[in-house]
């Protein structure tokens, strides 16, 4: 069974820069969530997506936006980036999605990101 | 939205003492508890979790605990060794059906 993939695993990028992260869930798994933890912190959700529709958001401006392809891979894209957005960005994937997602998480890697 | 609070953010123990970490949130609707534990520079990985319709869980040294009443819960780790040196992270999921995660408690196990 293949884990969750994350890439690029580190990328540095320069303020106003975009960027674009990408996510392979586990198989069997059609949820996929991303968050964001910078240095010495939790990780904060930034969104879910199910079945190719965003399925929840946290507390992110819309320069953070994703994608859900019918494989159920996934793409974090961060446009106009600033120095606070350096932090490691972690895909997750569970086999749950909508109303009844409880499940745990699986969690990539993680691509860590740092913007100059 | 959903809050969760960890305590403490660091915790020294000897080897073969135990540790807990205790954790509060706030959304009446949270139904889902996981702790995880985090290596350095290694993704987090589920340890143990618990559902809001059991008070209690263990699972060899690790064991957590819920008050839905007081809306806390705890994670227990008995015989500490030098491998359990982490960061562990609690995390709630709200009526948002999204994971909220504590600040971390950075756990040293002393040999």
């Known amino acids: 069974e293949t884990g969750v993939t994350q890439s690029p695993t580190h990328l540095i990028k320069t303020r106003g820069q975009q960027v674009t992260l990408r996510c392979s869930s586990q198989?069997?798994?059609?949820?996929v969530s991303w968050y964001q933890q910078a240095l010495g912190q939790g990780p904060q959700f930034i969104f879910q997506?199910?079945?190719?529709?965003?399925?929840g958001r946290g507390n992110f401006p819309p320069r953070f936006s994703g994608l859900q392809f019918p494989n159920y891979s996934s793409e974090l894209n961060v446009n106009a980036l600033e120095l606070d957005d350096s932090a490691l960005y972690l895909c997750?994937?569970?086999?749950?999605?909508?109303?009844?997602?409880?499940?745990?998480?699986?969690f990539g890697e993680g691509s860590r990101l740092t913007v100059l | 939205g959903e809050n969760v609070e960890q305590h403490p953010s660091t915790l020294s123990v000897q080897e073969g003492d135990s540790a807990v970490i205790k954790c509060t949130y706030s959304?009446?609707?949270?139904?889902?508890f996981p702790w995880y534990k985090q290596e350095l520079g290694k993704r987090p990985q589920l340890i143990i979790d618990?559902?809001?319709?059991?008070g209690e869980k263990k699972d060899q040294r690790i064991a957590v605990t819920l008050n839905k009443t007081a809306k806390h819960f705890s994670l227990h780790i008995t015989e500490t060794q030098p491998e359990d040196s982490a960061v562990y992270f609690c995390?709630?999921?709200?009526?948002?059906?999204?994971?909220?995660f504590g600040s971390g408690t950075q756990l040293t196990v002393l040999p």
């Open positions: 997750a994937s569970s086999p749950t999605g909508g109303k009844a997602n409880t499940g745990e998480l699986f």
């Open positions: 198989s069997g798994h059609n949820t």
């Open positions: 997506y199910y079945r190719e529709e965003e399925n």
């Open positions: 959304d009446s609707a949270s139904n889902y």
């Open positions: 618990i559902r809001s319709n059991v």
């Open positions: 995390a709630a999921t709200g009526s948002a059906r999204q994971l909220t």
